[in-house]
């Protein structure tokens, strides 16, 4: 099944392949050093996976990752709406890879544990 791109999605990738661009025709213009840089991997959104989820869905952002600050993030979806709050350390793991959970706000009775990677 093909994955949908909502609005969001598409920005982040539109200014990622701008931001790209840009950097491979500065490196193009370099001088001096005939060793070439090492490319820094390129944030991408991600969504967390939601324990006993029934219709939420929750994403930290590129440019979340990229700022490397805490954040408070809210589901969407549902019936109703949880809030999640990273930590900046939880930021900066989440975008190296390193596997983050953390739980939610109670609404109606109930929270989720929301992982990332």
């Not at 840009?22 to 370099?30: D, F, I, K, R, V």
């Amino acid at each position: 099944m093909a994955e949908t791109m909502d609005r969001r999605k598409f920005l982040s990738f539109a200014a990622t392949s701008v931001a790209l661009g840009a950097l491979m025709a500065l490196q193009g213009c370099s001088s001096g050093s005939s060793t070439p840089a090492t490319p820094t991997p390129t944030a991408t959104d991600k969504s967390g996976s939601i324990s006993s989820n029934h219709g939420h869905s929750i994403t930290l952002t590129a440019a979340q990752q990229q700022a490397g600050a805490a954040v408070t993030l809210v589901t969407s979806g549902g019936t109703h709406k949880h809030t999640l709050s990273l930590t900046a350390e939880n930021v900066v793991a989440a975008a190296a890879g390193t596997k983050v959970s953390k739980e939610t706000s109670t609404t109606n009775g109930h929270s989720h544990t929301v992982t990332f990677n």
